[in-house]
């Protein structure tokens, strides 16, 4: 969303104090006592405040040498009183208040997770299941200061952290707000009942472009009407902490199950995407018209030549883009500050932007690269090949280790359990590869944490230690049971299982592996 | 590392114009030594950062060594300049017999005879020039603030200024305006004149916390400069490790000036423990000295925890230690922890001190003695201990345990009694006064109006599940406002008005001074009162941009900090105007009964007392005279 955007965002609201209360437990936890501090307030403050000013006028010195009527300057019982009538009231709101505030913080046991990262300057959703529990094939993952769909009538569960500094999760609507830590797991979760869910839209149009049905679905999804509550962040986290602005949109379950498997089928790379990525991350530091902001501009920087702080020359390619975009720090353009966070976009967003910032640059991409056709996936260019593991290594290398975990940790376990009825089958397997293993290793070949599991059975590995082994049913079983004692050469000794596999789905698993030749 | 540059040049230019004014030598000769140590030391620690293979390159580190290094020799120099060639300050007190009868104002003239005073009437003095200058230099900034927030979107300045000028407006505000207000500035003056003593017990300490206080408030505006702070006044961590800007200059300023507040409390404790007239036991002491005494009591028990806080963020900073950083296994909510162990004691070293300037203005404005003296008294000591022990409300969203969360909510409850207690205890002071309606007692009455509202609505804050919707929105903002604003610095200006004419010899324009609190109380309230709408709506806090909803809001407050910046000039222009052209002040005008009115000349002459005054009676006999 643009500056423009955020600020013509709408919360709805129906009183002069609260916003309008969206979520099961908003009234009961905090209004209620809201409004109970509010009354005892007024009360007190007129207390106070009319003797104050009846004594200020009925007493009011007329004369210079008017003496007090009385120096009477104590009373035990009026202090005794005026002590403890507060007191009693202060225990009875202490109270309520306390009780309010455990229904905020314990969720319900069936609530659906959704992983929230929180950045500089925007928020990350991934969903991992529907809303009838389903876990999904692949996760939706929505980035930036984004709209995030989350259905009506089921608790959600948000498990949050931060990959750079603090910034807090706060939906006035729902009453709910947590610090989000680098580090540091903490939760929030809500429940909005059907009837602050959206409404279908009346005749909508599609625009040109939208033609998949997929791409139908989440259009249409974000097109419903109301619904819409804002998310702030409330934690100062430095200069666009007050653009961290996104909403979140209800919508009943079976649009929003529609929706949430539109939204985690691949788009692929385009200029459009770039340009969306864009306006959401980029934006704040790098202009596209040639200005200076934080950052260089956007603006013919493809294949521009420089040099960095530190004297070397480089290149703007696209591997150079990729490296500046995952390690920020490390080549900075001379006269810049160091302050660019680091990004954490997977493949096709990179692409996408890559491709974004090369219509930003009027000629033509000169000398000996190659022509515009080749390097529009970046297939061919090395780097960009020989790179992709860095998207997988990120999580283990920064902040959070846990992030390789975490759908194991939280998802998991509930699918695993599904899928330790019956005998050991490959489809049991699979059911535990997605619940499990698909967090660090791959079906497709591709690097993640882990070796791919892509043609692993039989295969002969070589360890850390120089041994070598063979991944059979022996080898795996092994491999499953003690991660870590042979080390695929070059791959992080990280793997951890969320729970112990019985022996049917640690079958299950090595029979669906070898389905993956 | 500017601020270790700027740190040592102005430690070094210090102690080259101390010595050449000591030794009564050549001021340049040592003036030279000064400028040649600050950049001498700012290329050797330049070369040291180059060898040690700090990434940043050479010529920029020479650079900033430089600039900065030449900050503390321009210091000296200016210090040098203005001392005269020869004068011991301890020479004074022998010899001019005949000046005891004169004021303190003129017993001696010249400069020097300010900057090496031990005198604590011209320490206080000084601390007030210092602080207002502070105070309006902070409320610029909160103007500034107000303006820009007029429209949702950009109005003249962008986001890294705007989070610039919030950060200088909170870090000025609180740690050099309100802590150093009441105690360093009216109670240095105060304290002795109303204990019938001549001094306060460490007279060279009082003067060494005034040059730290300089010392610390110098870094501080050189801050301004050196491109400023963009963390918040609270410097949370890991953003304050990441940020750019001169977090370490200002962190180390915060961490000077601390010591300045241990020492000025250090001195109070003593001198009200032992320097107490003849006769003045511990319940004929007035109750701006109990207020003060508990004050004292948390600045030198909390403030060395800020200092080690400081510290370690310095070093976080600068040789990344991971102490908050969860990267190498630290902890970012350590530091809040650690921050809040300090400051929310600080708030009550804020606020304590206008409690017991209210106590003083309510009893000379209802010429009444206080009602439930000693309640009111101990309720000062129960603030100071309970406050030690509730640190943790500031932190109910940040992830600690819901257990932990609970006590400290609990705990908070508990402090609110006290407070309520004074504020009944005042209230019932003015039945059956003769209560006055002059400058000091409006400013009082501001006090009692706004500080209520701002105690009351602090029990939404302390209460956990409204606290968990509340939390850093601008409800919280109003709270502190109406708490800080509306209660210290309401009784910090009635306090100036009260004893200006002791402070100066001169009346002020009565009228000017009521209009000032009229000025600011309608200022006042329609800045803040509007800020608990739209911050119960959810509207957070440090926003540069906002949505629409918010705007009428915003811009009713706008309209309230232009109120309250000209009420606030009324003040400022009724003082200086009574410099000119006020009458001669009386020495009682207040007919007020504690001692610093009935046992000195106004204004008071150089040694307070010309004979050792005797206590025979409480503080506020306001009775006594008739018989």
């Given at each position: 969303m643009t500056p423009e955007e955020l600020i013509a965002m709408n919360m709805p609201t129906d009183s002069v104090w609260l916003p309008t209360a969206a979520s099961t437990v908003a009234v009961e936890a905090v209004d209620k006592p809201y409004y109970l501090i509010y009354y005892t307030c007024v009360v007190t403050f007129f207390l106070i405040v009319i003797p104050m000013f009846y004594f200020m006028v009925k007493y009011k010195r007329r004369s210079p040498d008017q003496k007090a009527e009385s120096q009477a300057d104590h009373s035990q019982l009026i202090e005794i009183i005026w002590s403890s009538v507060p007191l009693i009231f202060f225990v009875i709101i202490f109270v309520w208040g306390f009780r309010g505030?455990?229904?905020?913080?314990?969720?319900?046991?069936?609530?659906?997770?959704?992983?929230?990262?929180?950045?500089?300057?925007?928020?990350?959703?991934?969903?991992?299941?529907?809303?009838?529990?389903?876990?999904?094939?692949?996760?939706?993952?929505?980035?930036?200061?984004?709209?995030?769909?989350?259905?009506?009538?089921?608790?959600?569960?948000?498990?949050?952290?931060?990959?750079?500094?603090?910034?807090?999760?706060?939906?006035?609507?729902?009453?709910?707000?947590?610090?989000?830590?680098?580090?540091r797991y903490t939760t929030v979760w809500f429940e909005v009942p059907n009837e602050f869910a959206a409404t279908p839209p009346k005749d909508l149009k599609y625009p040109e472009g939208v033609t998949s049905e997929g791409e139908k679905i989440i259009y249409e999804t974000l097109h419903w009407e109301g619904g819409e509550y804002p998310i702030f962040c409330t934690e100062y986290c430095g200069k666009d902490h007050s653009r961290m602005l996104s909403k979140f949109k209800v919508v009943p379950q079976e649009q929003y199950n529609k929706w949430v498997n539109a939204a985690s089928s691949p788009g692929g790379p385009s200029i459009k995407r770039g340009a969306k990525i864009y306006a959401n991350v980029c934006m704040a530091c790098h202009s596209k018209d040639g200005s200076r902001v934080v950052g260089p501009s956007f603006k013919n920087l493809y294949m521009r030549k420089g040099k960095t702080a530190d004297g070397q020359e480089y290149v703007a390619d696209d591997a150079y883009i990729k490296q500046s975009i995952y390690e920020p720090n490390r080549m900075i353009v001379e006269s810049y500050p160091p302050a660019m966070p680091a990004q954490n976009l997977n493949d096709d967003e990179l692409t996408s932007i890559i491709m974004f910032i090369k219509s930003l640059s009027g000629a033509a991409p000169a000398e000996g690269d190659a022509p515009a056709e080749g390097d529009a996936p970046a297939e061919g260019d090395a780097p960009a090949e020989g790179d992709a593991p860095a998207d997988g290594d990120k999580p283990a290398d920064e902040a959070a280790?846990?992030?390789?975990?975490?759908?194991?940790?939280?998802?998991?376990?509930?699918?695993?359990?599904?899928?330790?009825?019956?005998?050991?089958?490959?489809?049991?397997?699979?059911?535990?590869?997605?619940?499990?293993?698909?967090?660090c290793h791959s079906i497709?070949?591709?690097?993640?944490?882990?070796?791919?599991?892509?043609?692993?059975?039989?295969?002969?590995?070589?360890?850390?230690?120089?041994?070598?082994?063979?991944?059979?049913?022996?080898?795996?079983?092994?491999?499953?049971?003690?991660?870590n004692a042979n080390i695929a050469d070059g791959y992080p000794p990280a793997m951890v299982l969320p729970k112990k596999l019985s022996d049917a789905e640690i079958d299950s698993v090595i029979l669906y592996i070898k389905t993956l030749k | 590392m500017p601020a270790a540059f700027a740190a040592l040049t102005y430690g070094l230019a210090f102690l080259a114009a101390t010595i050449a004014f000591k030794k009564n030598r050549n001021t340049v000769f040592w003036y030279l030594i000064g400028a040649v140590g600050g950049i001498a030391f700012g290329a050797v620690y330049a070369a040291m950062r180059n060898l040690a293979g700090d990434d940043a390159n050479m010529a920029a580190l020479v650079k900033t060594g430089l600039t900065y290094s030449w900050i503390g020799p321009i210091l000296a120099t200016i210090i040098v300049g203005v001392l005269p060639k020869q004068d011991d300050p301890n020479a004074h007190h022998g010899d001019e017999h005949d000046d005891h009868h004169a004021s303190y104002l003129n017993a001696k003239k010249g400069v020097n005879s300010w900057i090496v005073t031990l005198d604590h009437k011209r320490i206080g003095l000084m601390y007030l020039g210092t602080v207002l200058v502070f105070f309006f230099t902070a409320g610029m900034f909160a103007v500034l603030l107000r303006t820009e927030l007029w429209t949702p979107g950009e109005l003249y300045i962008g986001p890294e200024t705007y989070n610039r000028f919030f950060t200088l407006h909170g870090a000025i505000m609180v740690f050099l305006v309100i802590i150093p207000s009441v105690p360093a500035a009216l109670g240095n003056f105060v304290i002795p004149l109303q204990l019938g003593a001549k001094d306060v017990a460490f007279p060279k300490l009082n003067l060494m916390s005034l040059y730290i206080f300089w010392y610390g408030s110098s870094i501080a505006l050189t801050t301004l400069v050196a491109g400023g702070v963009d963390t918040g006044w609270t410097f949370y961590t890991p953003y304050s490790v990441k940020s750019d800007g001169a977090v370490i200059m200002m962190t180390l300023s915060a961490f000077i000036l601390g010591f300045s507040s241990i020492l000025t409390g250090l001195n109070f404790i003593v001198t009200i423990h032992k320097l107490r007239a003849p006769g003045m036991t511990w319940f004929r002491i007035p109750l701006f000295i109990w207020g003060m005494y508990a004050t004292s009591i948390i600045q030198v028990m909390a403030t060395p925890v800020l200092a080690i806080t400081l510290l370690l963020l310095i070093v976080e900073r600068s040789v990344g230690i991971g102490i908050f950083n969860p990267q190498l296994g630290g902890d970012p909510v350590l530091f809040q922890h650690f921050f809040w162990f300090y400051s929310h004691p600080a708030v009550y070293i804020m606020i304590l001190p206008g409690m017991a300037v209210q106590s003083e203005l309510i009893a000379a404005g209802t010429h009444k003695r206080v009602f439930g003296y000693s309640f009111v008294a101990f309720s000062s000591l129960a603030i100071a201990f309970i406050s030690f022990i509730v640190w943790g409300h500031h932190m109910f969203v940040s992830g600690q345990s819901e257990l932990v969360s609970m006590i400290f909510s609990f705990l908070t409850f508990l402090v609110a009694i006290p407070s309520g207690v004074k504020v009944f205890n005042w209230i019932a002071t003015m039945y059956k006064g003769s209560i006055a309606w002059n400058t000091p007692m409006m400013w009082a009455f501001n006090f009692l109006f706004l500080f209520t509202i701002g105690g009351l609505t602090g029990l939404y804050l302390g209460t956990l599940s409204t606290d968990v919707h509340l939390h850093d929105t601008y409800f919280v903002v109003a709270h502190f406002h109406y708490v800080m604003m509306g209660g210290t610095l309401m009784t910090f200006v009635g306090g100036i008005f009260y004893w200006w004419p002791k402070i100066t010899g001169k009346m002020f324009n009565d009228g000017l001074g009521v209009l000032s609190a009229l000025v600011v109380f309608v200022g006042f309230n329609l800045t803040f009162f509007t800020q608990f709408f739209f911050g119960s709506q959810g509207m957070p806090r440090r926003y540069y941009q906002y949505i629409e909803q918010f705007q009428t809001g915003h811009q009713f407050s706008t309209v309230g900090a232009y109120i309250l910046l000209a009420g606030f000039?009324?003040?400022?222009?009724?003082?200086?105007?009574?410099?000119?052209?006020?009458?001669?002040?009386?020495?009682?005008?207040?007919?007020?009964?504690?001692?610093?009115w009935t046992h000195t000349a106004t204004p008071p002459v150089e040694h307070n007392f010309l004979d050792q005054p005797v206590c025979d009676r409480g503080p506020y006999a306001f009775d006594h005279d008739e018989e």
């Open positions: 505030y455990m229904m905020l913080q314990v969720e319900p046991p069936d609530s659906m997770p959704i992983y929230v990262r929180g950045y500089q300057w925007g928020w990350e959703l991934t969903y991992v299941e529907d809303a009838d529990r389903n876990v999904l094939s692949e996760s939706a993952k929505i980035t930036g200061r984004e709209t995030f769909v989350v259905p009506a009538g089921r608790p959600v569960k948000l498990i949050m952290h931060s990959s750079d500094v603090l910034h807090s999760f706060f939906i006035p609507n729902f009453r709910q707000k947590n610090d989000v830590l680098p580090g280790p846990a992030e390789g975990d975490k759908p194991a940790d939280e998802a998991a376990p509930p699918a695993g359990e599904q899928a330790a009825a019956g005998p050991p089958s490959a489809e049991a397997g699979e059911k535990v590869y997605k619940s499990i293993c698909i967090a497709d070949g591709s690097r993640l944490v882990g070796p791919t599991m892509k043609a692993m059975y039989g295969r002969k590995t070589k360890g850390t230690k120089g041994e070598e082994y063979v991944l059979d049913d022996a080898g795996m079983k092994n491999a499953i049971l003690n991660p | 000039l009324i003040a400022l222009y009724a003082l200086v105007d009574s410099l000119r052209r006020g009458e001669p002040a009386p020495d009682n005008p207040w007919g007020m009964t504690t001692m610093e």
